[in-house]
């Protein structure tokens, strides 16, 4: 059974900075791409990063480039999120997503809140 459990979430100021963490069991994680994934009230989830299964390559929603970083380990099976120069409107709950490379197969976690204060 696949499970995806994400930390590190909590209270920033305006500016500051958090890291997400999203820690896998029940797959085989280096053969998986891992993304972060945020939502809002009354909002669609949107795209906020993802990593490629080796690390290699990442991509990033515009509104988050030069401000957060994703990276994974697969020796601990995690993946991260580094939120850095952190703003109101990145205030959700942000969802750690895996899907296995050939796209056959996809998984969420519970959600982990993130609030921001100006």
């Known amino acids: 059974q696949v499970q995806l459990v994400e930390s590190g979430g909590g209270l920033a100021q305006a500016g500051g900075s958090l890291r997400l963490s999203c820690a896998a069991s029940?797959?085989?994680?280096?053969?998986?791409?891992m993304g972060w994934f945020r939502q809002t009230p009354g909002k669609e989830r949107e795209f906020v990063a993802d990593?490629?299964?080796?690390?290699?390559?990442?991509y990033y929603a515009d509104f988050v480039k030069g401000r957060f970083t994703i990276s994974r380990d697969n020796a601990k099976n995690t993946v991260y999120l580094q939120m850095n120069s952190l703003k109101s409107e990145d205030t959700a709950v942000y969802y750690c997503?895996?899907?296995?490379?050939?796209?056959?197969?996809?998984?969420w976690g519970q959600g982990t809140q993130v609030t921001v204060s100006s």
């Open positions: 997503n895996a899907v296995h490379r050939s796209g056959s197969d996809q998984s």
């Open positions: 029940g797959l085989p994680f280096s053969s998986y791409v």
């Open positions: 990593i490629s299964w080796s690390g290699l390559s990442t």
